[in-house]
């Protein structure tokens, strides 16, 4: 499934939003996630293990074919999504990409039964707030559990 991109006046620019995953540009993927505060770092194959174990991969490409925004999303297809790695290349922000992309995740065909959306945020929620994110109001039902991230190596699967 792909999505003409448009700007915040509706008008067309050029940026397509597709979640093909033979598109994804791994090379462009790790220079903009190897600078995010959660994963900053990240290896090519890292993120190849990360999308090959996600339900949805989304990317933003430009007409030339550079890759300028990504997300995925870890879910069963059923009844819950996680959304994550939400990431627009610093050239193109605050242009309404970030929005779009996570529009067109939330709205995907293969994700139309999913009624329980999560994600974390350190300082975006103005980006899902429009889109009827908030933060949790049952927090008492939520758990978590938190280790150290490990030593980074290799994935060679
Ligand atoms: C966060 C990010 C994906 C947003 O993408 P973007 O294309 O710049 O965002 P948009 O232009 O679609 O912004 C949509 C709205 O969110 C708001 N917004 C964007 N980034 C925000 C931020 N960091 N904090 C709060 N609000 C933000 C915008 O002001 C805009 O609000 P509006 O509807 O009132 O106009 C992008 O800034 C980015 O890649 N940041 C670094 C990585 C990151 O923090 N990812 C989010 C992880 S949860």
Known sequence: ?????????????????????ERIRLDDVQEMLSKAYWC????????????????LVV?????????????????????????LDVIVHDE???????RRMVRFAISHPELK??????????????????LGFQALQDTWKWMSKWKARPERKEYDG
């Open 1 to 21: 499934m792909s999505s003409a991109e448009k700007d915040m006046n509706d008008r067309p620019v050029g940026i397509d939003i597709d979640s093909s995953r």
């Open 40 to 55: 900053r770092g990240i290896t090519e194959n890292e993120i190849k293990k990360g999308m090959d174990n996600s339900a």
């Open 59 to 83: 990317g933003a490409y430009l007409p030339e074919g550079r890759q300028i925004g990504f997300l995925r999303v870890i879910s069963d297809k059923v009844r819950f999504a996680y959304l």
């Open 92 to 98: 193109h922000r605050g242009r309404g990409m970030g």
């Open 113 to 130: 039964d999913v009624y329980q959306w999560v994600l974390i945020t350190k300082d975006a929620h103005g980006v899902y707030e429009k």
